[in-house]
């Protein structure tokens, strides 16, 4: 677009008169430097209330590939937006006799609806649908260049793919008589005979093939005469730069007509390292066209975080890159199955002592901690091992030789604080319940570690995990010591721990409440003397404890019960407003500090009548001049 040349087109000055539209629009049809370009000036004329000299609001342009618009008076006077003020929006456009020849002259007819208005907006809409293909285009030009970098698997990949599944071999058997049993290995496809008196075949059972040796399960025919097993895997190639992480979902069958792994769409995702960021790109199949397409939007929420990693060539792919030393092959080497591979790569700049982890031989911990990175069992700070995991250096070699995870560091980071180790028994109990190992210091300010596990373990059914009740066991001690009861063996471990603890919450909860009818009881008397007043039909009643207070509010409907804390302290006063007809009928409710009223509601935070307005107005005048004579005598 001639910008420059654009500007020196003046704007014209116009005596005009208001519209229903938005705009009056005046359009010329200008060559520049051999490009015609279509020029509209739009004046705003529906908000002038008489005719009236204007300029115009703005200028627009287009020379139909696109459009912009000028506004002198912005600081950036160009701009990209068009005439929608959104996709299917237009302003309403008022043209005066042949003020819009240009747009008739310039833009095709309309291919619904023809009009000046019509022809502007299928332009602008014409020309966002191109820029928006050719930006769509240049977005998958971009992925179709990452997925084109690496094509075959490398050699000896398909082997491995075959290795994941040796374990997953079976015999499909079939019952013939009460002595005979037949099955086939899926390995070999052999036929097996049993004599059930011997060997008896059960389904999901162990079994060997007698023939290959293979190792597997039996499978009853006519009840699963087929078996599916998924398994993910990842295997990274060099690329310039970088390298390129291929996720792939393995689908193994294995059948008595022998195994077989299903290589259609087997590569779900990828992720493209070129030295500088990630890119991560997904697969999904065109049911229609039976095609592959790729793009940067995970819209069949994979997740490819996990899998078993391929190590023949992981060296050379790491090699000169800042990953070369973070032992992810090391990690794969030393897990029986799939392992965190995203997340560790991701982590690995910012949480350098992952590779530490991984080579102090602590790779169920690692596996675990990249499953969960923002636990606070590990200080990711620090440096030193001692210091990053919390332990001295034989809790680390003891977490080092059973190959523990977050749960056994947690164990191992409390027995440091408790200055002893865990037994047998209680490590059991521990594992079992699923203890949050972290609550129990605590415990053993009251009783032994040992007793109290004991009597956890024989509160909970076997099956069921400890959850709050350490929690709860605490916090019913603590109600004990509050309400000065003798800590005995008999209360430390009471037959139900839920009964007693609700049974305790309701006895402080009462001792609670009686202290503060007590402190209300002794500032009653005081209301009584001030606030005792009739005025014609009303009366005003001083509650008689806090629990009268509580049941207003419920009858009411309003919050006045959540008043009591502050009545007790003196900090307000509630006075119930009553009929003398009906004085155990609530009416409305007051609430009063000194002489001033401040506020009185009916039920459910109803106004004041004007009953209730005459006899507050000569309440009030009362209990001023109950003040005044008050201050009068000397003290």
Not at 30 to 43: C, N, Q, V
Not at 577 to 588: A, H, I, N, S, V
């Amino acid at each position: 677009m001639k910008r420059k040349a654009i500007e020196t087109v003046p704007m014209l000055e116009r005596e005009l008169k208001q519209t229903k539209e938005d705009y009056t629009v005046f359009s010329q049809l200008l060559e520049i430097k051999g490009e015609k370009i279509l020029i509209l000036d739009l004046y705003k004329t529906r908000c002038i209330s008489k005719k009236s000299k204007l300029i115009p609001e703005k200028r627009y342009v287009t020379d139909r590939k696109d459009f912009e618009t000028y506004n002198p008076k912005n600081l950036k006077p160009w701009g990209k937006a068009g005439l929608e003020t959104s996709w299917y929006s237009m302003p309403d456009l008022y043209f005066p006799a042949g003020a819009a020849a240009a747009v008739y002259e310039f833009l095709p007819p309309a291919s619904w609806g023809d009009s000046a208005e019509k022809r502007l907006q299928e332009n602008e809409r014409d020309i966002k649908s191109e820029k928006a293909q050719k930006k769509m285009q240049y977005h998958q030009n971009a992925i179709d260049r990452r997925i084109s970098l690496v094509k075959d698997f490398p050699k000896g990949a398909v082997q491995w793919f075959h290795q994941l599944f040796e374990k997953e071999h079976f015999i499909f058997y079939e019952t013939q008589t009460k002595v005979k049993a037949a099955g086939v290995c899926s390995h070999c496809q052999k036929e097996i005979k049993y004599d059930r008196r011997t060997e008896k075949p059960m389904h999901n059972m162990p079994c060997k093939c007698p023939y290959c040796g293979s190792k597997g399960l039996y499978k009853v025919r006519g009840k699963q005469d087929q078996v599916h097993v998924h398994k993910k895997a990842i295997i990274m190639q060099k690329i310039e730069g970088g390298f390129v992480s291929r996720f792939l979902e393995l689908k193994y069958r294995a059948s008595p007509l022998g195994e077989s792994i299903d290589f259609d769409h087997v590569e779900v995702a990828r992720s493209t390292y070129n030295g500088k960021r990630r890119y991560d790109d997904y697969s999904y199949y065109r049911y229609y066209t039976d095609e592959i397409t790729w793009t940067d939007s995970n819209v069949n929420n994979i997740n490819k975080g996990i899998g078993y990693l391929y190590l023949d060539n992981l060296e050379e792919v790491l090699d000169k890159t800042p990953f070369k030393y973070c032992a992810l092959g090391e990690l794969q080497k030393h897990t029986n199955g799939p392992i965190h591979h995203t997340a560790l790569l991701e982590n690995y700049e910012r949480m350098p002592y992952i590779e530490y982890m991984i080579k102090m031989g602590l790779y169920r911990l690692t596996e675990e901690y990249l499953e969960h990175p923002y636990t606070s069992t590990i200080n990711y700070k620090e440096k030193r091992p001692d210091k990053i995991l919390n332990l001295p250096k034989d809790k680390i070699k003891q977490l080092i030789t059973e190959n523990g995870g977050l749960d056994m560091l947690k164990r191992l980071q409390v027995e440091v604080i408790l200055n002893r180790s865990f037994t047998e028994e209680e490590v059991n109990i521990i594992q079992r319940h699923k203890v949050n190992v972290e609550q129990l210091p605590g415990v053993m300010e009251n009783t032994g570690l040992t007793k109290f596990l004991r009597y956890m373990s024989k509160s909970l059914d076997s099956r069921h995990e400890a959850g709050n009740f350490i929690l709860d066991w605490k916090d019913y001690i603590r109600m004990q010591q509050t309400s000065g009861l003798q800590l005995t063996t008999a209360n430390l471990f009471p037959r139900s721990l839920k009964a007693e603890h609700d049974k305790m919450l309701k006895t402080i909860k009462d001792m609670e409440d009686l202290e503060k009818n007590k402190k209300y009881q002794e500032i009653k008397s005081q209301y009584v003397d001030r606030y005792s007043f009739e005025h014609k039909d009303l009366v005003i009643i001083i509650p008689e404890t806090l629990q009268d207070i509580v049941k207003e509010g419920n009858k009411q409907h309003h919050c006045v019960a959540t008043y009591v804390d502050r009545v007790a302290a003196g900090q307000t006063c509630i006075l119930f407003l009553r009929k003398k007809e009906e004085p155990d009928q609530p009416f409305y409710t007051m609430e009063i500090q000194g002489t001033d009223i401040i506020q009185c509601r009916g039920k459910c935070n109803a106004d004041q009548t004007s009953e209730v307005k005459s006899y507050l107005k000569a309440f009030k005048t009362y209990i001023e001049k109950q003040k005044f004579e008050a201050d009068r005598i000397p003290a």
